[in-house]
């Protein structure tokens, strides 16, 4: 392999890598707040499941704040400005 291609290899973060990267996260963050809402609520709703699945890693760090002061499973997904 040319030196140039081993400086590419070392030191670029390709594309690819960042979006794995984030997705990880994602992935994380809904796995944990589905944790909570099942160990704090009881079963977690099918609707809940599916919202938190399909949401931006933004929606989920919103819901993750409200889960804390949650009383009920409608409230971490409440719409808080």
């Known amino acids: 392999m ?17 979006m794995v990267r984030q997705n990880g996260r994602k992935e994380g963050k809904a ?29 989920l760090n919103a819901w993750s704040e409200n889960f804390v002061f949650a009383h009920s499973v409608d409230d971490v997904f409440a719409d808080r400005h």
């Open 2 to 18: 040319s030196q140039f291609a081993q400086e590419i290899l070392n030191h670029a973060k390709p594309k690819w890598a960042t």
């Open 31 to 59: 796995e944990m707040l589905l944790k909570q809402i099942g160990h704090t609520f009881g079963q977690t709703p099918d609707w809940a499941t599916e919202k938190v699945n399909t949401a931006s890693q933004e929606r």
